[in-house]
């Protein structure tokens, strides 16, 4: 799989989400198709709490378009935490920090071993 960039209308939905869940965090799985991440898959049964939200890997879609992940950190830190590190492997190869005050610079993304990377933003 080759990922040439994301959405922009993704990260714009991805901010929104944090907003509307803030003060708690959120996180859905992001989907590729032809190589542009352009859709989330918000997994049935994920936890979500001021400081952190888990997904339960059964609820895992099945196929080949998983990319990566995407949560919010309220605190505005746009690093990743060890539990993140932990959880990036098993999730996809991209992998984002959206930051409060949620604004569109508000995010980061990550490789799978929590090394912040670049990513397109395709409009």
Not at 54 to 81: E, I, W, Y
Request: charged share 20%; hydrophobic share 40%; proline share 7%.
């Amino acid at each position: 799989m080759n990922i040439r960039g994301i959405k922009q209308e993704l990260i714009r939905l991805l901010l929104e989400l944090g907003r509307d869940s803030h003060p708690n965090e959120f996180v859905a799985l992001l989907i590729e198709r032809d190589g542009v991440i352009d859709e989330i898959n918000m997994v049935p049964g994920t936890i979500t709490g001021e400081d952190s939200a888990s997904v339960f890997f059964d609820m895992m879609p099945l196929g080949t378009h998983l990319a990566g992940s995407a949560h919010s950190h309220p605190n505005g830190v746009l690093r990743p935490s060890d539990a993140d590190v932990h959880f990036f492997p098993r999730a996809g190869r991209f992998h984002l920090i959206i930051g409060y005050p949620y604004r569109m610079g508000d995010w980061q993304c990550f490789s799978a071993d929590g090394e912040p990377c670049k990513i397109e933003v395709i409009a």
